[in-house]
């Protein structure tokens, strides 16, 4: 079993920045990848960002390249998701994900967050 917990997302500008954190806990040695997704309401869950545990492996969708960066501290178990230029369309709830696959398809990801709301402005 793997808790996730992610943080960071609030209310912004469009232009303005945001810090998404996800917080993993319990057997966590059972997943090699991270994930962050996003979702609005009556659409698909989006692939974002993904990144091995390792460090070896880092995607960003083509929707956030050169705008959104994700890291990762293996030691403390913790992955972010840093959020710049950010655009009212970017709005949506933000959900960490784990797994085995390094892949772009919500599905094959076994461990969830319950997400953070993350709301650009115009």
């Known amino acids: 079993q793997v808790q996730l917990v992610e943080s960071g997302g609030g209310l912004v500008q469009a232009g303005g920045s945001l810090r998404l954190s996800c917080e993993a806990s319990?057997?966590?040695?059972?997943?090699?990848?991270m994930g962050w997704f996003r979702q609005v309401p009556g659409k698909e869950r989006e692939f974002v960002a993904r990144?091995?545990?390792?460090?070896?492996?880092?995607y960003n969708a083509d929707a956030v390249k050169g705008r959104f960066t994700i890291s990762k501290d293996s030691a403390k178990n913790t992955v972010w998701l840093q959020l710049n230029s950010l655009k009212p369309e970017d709005t949506a709830v933000y959900y960490c994900?784990?797994?085995?696959?390094?892949?772009?398809?919500?599905?094959?990801?076994?461990?969830w967050g319950q997400g953070t709301q993350v709301t650009v402005s115009s």
């Open positions: 994900a784990a797994g085995t696959r390094s892949t772009e398809l919500p599905g094959a990801y076994d461990y």
């Open positions: 319990g057997r966590v040695f059972d997943t090699s990848v």
């Open positions: 990144i091995s545990w390792s460090g070896i492996s880092t």
